[in-house]
T-cell receptor
Framework: AQTVTQSQPEMSVQEAETVTLSCTYD???????LFWYKQPPSRQMILVIR??????QNATENRFSVNFQKAAKSFSLKISDSQLGDAAMYFC????????????FGQGTRLTINP | DGGITQSPKYLFRKEGQNVTLSCEQN?????MYWYRQDPGQGLRLIYY???????QKGDIAEGYSVSREKKESFPLTVTSAQKNPTAFYLC?????????????FGQGTRLTVV
């Protein structure tokens, strides 16, 4: 069974600094997607960034980028120039691309931005 | 506007009662999901459906039931067999095609047992 692990329950960073959130996953599949979702206090889930496993190039969306290490099954999120609005719960998620396409989430990391 | 709608936003249930949480989407998505969120435990999958009239158990299906009679709708029933139902419940949907796998979420239902 696929599992996703986020080992940092809480992280904090100074405004304008850079922070990296960790995520590891376990799968025997080779074709899958990985995601980072943000959940602000409103509890609305918002997609931050996604990575296709067969693409070697790391995905980037403005201040958000990932470090995807397929062999190590690692998928970290880097937030540059942190802003107060980045404060939220961040969830890493996995979805295989064939067969049962259930979306599996990690436990989440609560990110605090210090002004 | 296209989107996914959960109702109600808040729900109170007496012990021993069944309650049904609504989830409707107009995104023409094939796949739909139900998650439970407890503090410090992330999102745990209850049930998911990839096509009408078919659904599979997730990791914590005991005490819950679902139906998928229409593509747009995936209601979740919390039965009296669920021993600790107080939680935040999230519904999601996504296209089933491999080219676009982003899941869209509803705004959630907060269920409280009184």
């Amino acid at each position: 069974a696929q599992t996703v692990t986020q080992s940092q329950p809480e992280m904090s960073v100074q405004e304008a600094e850079t922070v990296t959130l960790s995520c590891t996953y376990d799968t025997s599949e080779s074709d899958y997607y990985l995601f980072w979702y943000k959940q602000p206090p409103s509890r609305q889930m918002i997609l931050v960034i996604r990575q296709e496993a067969y693409k070697q190039q790391n995905a980037t969306e403005n201040r958000f980028s990932v470090n995807f290490q397929k062999a190590a099954k690692s998928f970290s999120l880097k937030i540059s120039d942190s802003q107060l609005g980045d404060a939220a719960m961040y969830f890493c998620a996995y979805r295989r691309n064939r067969g049962a396409q259930k979306l599996v989430f990690g436990q989440g990391t609560r990110l605090t931005i210090n002004p | 506007d296209g989107g996914i709608t959960q109702s109600p936003k808040y729900l109170f249930r007496k012990e021993g009662q069944n309650v049904t949480l609504s989830c409707e989407q107009n995104l023409n998505h094939d796949a739909m999901y139900w998650y439970r969120q407890d503090p410090g435990q992330g999102l745990r999958l209850i049930y998911y459906s990839q096509i009408v009239n078919d659904f599979q158990k997730g990791d914590i299906a005991e005490g819950y039931s679902v139906s998928r009679e229409k593509k747009e709708s995936f209601p979740l029933t919390v039965t009296s067999a669920q021993k600790n139902p107080t939680a935040f419940y999230l519904c999601a949907s996504s296209p089933r095609t491999e080219m676009n796998t982003e899941a869209f979420f509803g705004q959630g239902t907060r269920l409280t047992v009184v």
